[in-house]
């Protein structure tokens, strides 16, 4: 007892120390986010008699509501959602089927397929050629543009299937005798023990297909088709120059006091409130995810 | 049972193989063909940069022209400037980005209420699940004319912020604002490294009478290594490539001298009218091959100095 006592209060300096460099990187982390969230609710008179505006002193709603009512955005908050649902179940669905395929140690091919997931990961198509590939496919302007070459990650795939390898075979022994087929097998007795990984690797993809624009910058030039990111994008784009936006001349017209300011943080919220929303379950997994990935073969 | 098998000709066993296992080759199937036809195709097509790009033709039937586009490239001043931000932009992001985790594992370990880690990683790591769309907007809301900064600086009667009109003071922000999005994150696998260390180390390390320098530097640090070694690898190989999304929703023309990267230049020449499809291949495949290049001579590097690889 008396020796653990001596033993904390010599540490008291360096715990201390410690605690304010993390205090302050998290004030660092977590201010910009408060400060967003207060300017995207300011009230455009209020705002510009405040010196620094650091504390929530008004409190209006006209920046969602031009958002959501008359903007765009409520059009590209469609196609976003769109493209998360079906394109993270696509996603969830073939990588779960490959990856359980690659790891099956018996089976033919199976080392050419692993080299086939691995090579993209360090070397790839350039721009034009893929501009290219994709235009022949019929894709530009469309919304399966930003879906279908997005279905495979190999890193997610890599993961799920070092998981799958970590199962004892003896659990699909006694389903074979029964004369299941693989797919069954998969399906009835791998899924429902692996669900905290899938679960895991599902909101990873959905996460990565929200924030996805890459694919809608090059190749959509379809206003109506934009994702949420890309009317963002459109909106920030011009610091000084709001009128180019869509936004900007909504402002111009209709809003006319609005502070471009709020405008611009009530879509930065907008944007975050999904990610906010599964951050918890992305948090309880994703360290689990990263372990389980970095398990070699 | 066997040896009948053994005895029957090769190419029947294999096709035997091949029909006992078709549900798992069906269901690898899609995978593959997804990679073939987004991934693949157009990596076949880089050949493009050897040749001189007839829309009619198409990559595969236009013509051969060797080193053409490469020759045209290394002759531009131009290119050599873009290639010369990417190498300072990404050096300084490994020099900062690359310790930074590891220090900030290092701090969060010695916590010891878990309630409080928890509470710290989580401010740390949401950033990194923004898109740099998102991050970006937050910068400029903080440095927009009407945003905070220049609200204070107006306070205190100084003049505006040049960091949008100052190519150096433009670097600086990437670095820092780069390190705030990816920072915590990329601790994560360190601290899930840390959390593998056996505890009774250090027990056995502060019966001898070890501080707390004392174990960081003989028990913390070595288990540390082999995972920053693999985290170093990495990004050296990404040393020309990074830095896209956080600068094309950043930079503008003013700061464009000392901010335009490989990638965004590519990205321009590529949508400008009348561009150069060849060219602008030549310009991305020049950055890939170098890219596995550095990755494979630092993977030697590191297996060299007794550290497992990725390679």
């Not at chain 1, 955005?73 to 990588?95: E, P």
């Not at chain 1, 490959?98 to 033919?108: C, E, M």
């Not at chain 1, 919304?143 to 070092?162: G, H």
């Not at chain 2, 056995?204 to 913390?220: F, H, V």
């Amino acid at each position: 007892m008396t020796r653990k006592k001596r033993h904390r209060r010599r540490l008291t300096i360096g715990d201390w120390m410690i605690h304010s460099v993390l205090g302050l990187l998290f004030l660092i982390a977590v201010f910009p986010f408060y400060y967003v969230l207060i300017v995207s609710f300011a009230d455009p008179v209020v705002y510009i008699h405040k010196v620094a505006y650091i504390l929530p002193y008004s409190f209006d709603f006209q920046a969602y509501r031009m958002l959501v009512e008359d903007s765009m955005l409520g059009s590209s908050l469609k196609i976003s959602a769109f493209i998360t649902v079906v394109g993270t179940f696509i996603s969830i669905l073939l990588t779960l089927m490959a990856a359980y395929g690659l790891s099956k140690k018996g089976s033919p091919l199976r080392r050419f397929f692993m080299t086939l997931v691995l090579i993209p990961m360090f070397f790839w198509g350039q721009l034009i050629p893929y501009y290219l590939q994709i235009k022949s496919l019929g894709l530009i302007n469309k919304v399966w543009v930003m879906i279908l070459p997005l279905i495979v990650s190999p890193f997610y795939l890599v993961i799920l299937k070092n998981y799958f390898l970590s199962i004892p075979a003896s659990l699909e022994e006694s389903a074979k005798l029964d004369g299941a087929n693989d797919l069954r097998i998969l399906f009835q007795i791998i899924v429902p023990i692996s669900l905290p990984v899938i679960a895991s690797i599902t909101l990873f993809f959905a996460v990565d297909k929200w924030n996805e624009w890459w694919h809608a910058m090059l190749f959509v030039n379809d206003q109506k088709k934009w994702p949420l990111q890309m009317m963002l994008r459109d909106m920030l784009s011009s610091l000084t120059n709001s009128s180019i936006s869509a936004i900007g001349k909504l402002m111009a017209s209709k809003y006319k006091n609005m502070n471009p300011l709020s405008a611009r943080m009530a879509a930065i919220i907008l944007a975050t409130i999904p990610i906010l929303l599964v951050y918890p379950f992305l948090q309880r997994y994703f360290t689990k995810g990263i372990m389980i990935g970095s398990i070699k073969e | 049972m066997t040896t009948k098998a053994s005895a029957q000709p090769p190419l029947r066993r294999k096709f035997k193989r091949v029909w006992n296992y078709r549900y798992i080759l069906m269901m690898v199937l899609p995978v593959i063909a997804l990679l073939i036809v987004f991934s693949y195709v157009p990596m076949l097509g880089n050949v493009l940069a050897f040749k001189e790009f007839s829309i009619r033709r198409g990559i595969w039937n236009s013509d051969w022209v060797g080193l053409k586009y490469f020759r045209q490239l290394w002759g531009m001043p131009q290119f050599w400037s873009v290639f010369s931000n990417q190498l300072i932009i990404s050096f300084m992001k490994l020099m900062i980005g690359f310790p930074y985790p590891i220090v900030l594992a290092l701090l969060i370990n010695e916590v010891r209420s878990p309630k409080i880690r928890r509470s710290y990683q989580t401010a740390y790591t949401f950033p990194h699940f923004l898109s740099w769309i998102v991050i970006a907007g937050i910068i400029k809301g903080f440095l927009a004319d009407q945003g905070l900064v220049n609200q204070m600086l107006l306070a205190l009667n100084a003049s505006k912020h040049r960091i949008f009109n100052d190519g150096d003071q433009f670097r600086v922000m990437l670095y820092l604002t780069e390190v705030w999005k990816e920072g915590g994150w990329n601790s994560i696998l360190y601290l899930a490294t840390l959390s593998t260390i056996n505890p009774s180390l250090y027990e056995a390390a502060e019966i001898d009478g070890a501080g707390r320098w004392q174990k960081i530097l003989y028990i913390t640090w070595p288990g540390l290594y082999s995972t920053a070694a693999i985290l170093l690898i990495l990004s050296v190989g990404n040393v020309l490539s990074g830095g896209f999304d956080q600068i094309i929703n950043l930079y503008n023309s003013v700061v464009m001298q000392k901010a335009d990267i490989i990638d965004t230049y590519i990205y321009r020449t590529a949508i400008s009218a009348g561009s150069n499809y060849s060219f602008a291949t030549a310009v991305g495949l020049f950055k890939s091959v170098i890219n596995v290049a550095l990755l494979i001579i630092a993977n030697t590097a590191v297996r060299r100095m007794g550290q497992e690889g990725i390679l």
